[in-house]
């Protein structure tokens, strides 16, 4: 059904469609339409996948939540068959210069919708330090 412009066209929609739905199951409004089972209380529980630029900024608001320190940057993200997997720059002890500051990587395990299931820490290293090619 095509949303009405005016508030006239509504109310000529509305009673057109008044003898038509008479007896018969009326349809959700379009906002509610695709949004999915609700529970008793209305609260929604569909478990939709979030995207990559969602489940990166998840991965360091929930990791600065734990660890208290704001991350620098997410040097990886990749999907998982039950979510996503992060690796999260955070600086762990501030130095000067800043080239001696020390980092740690962590690696954040988030479920499908974003939730944080596991971190670990897998590396740390001076800020300046320079990754050697294999």
Known sequence: MRRPSTKKTAKRTAKRTAGKTAGKAVRAPDSDRDAGPTSEGGAKHTARRVGAPRAMRYASEQLQELLGRAPESVSAVKPTADGWQAD????????????TSVMATYRVTLDAEGELMAYERTRRYTRGQIDRGA
């Open 88 to 99: 999260v720059e955070v600086m762990e002890l501030e130095r000067v210069p800043q080239t």
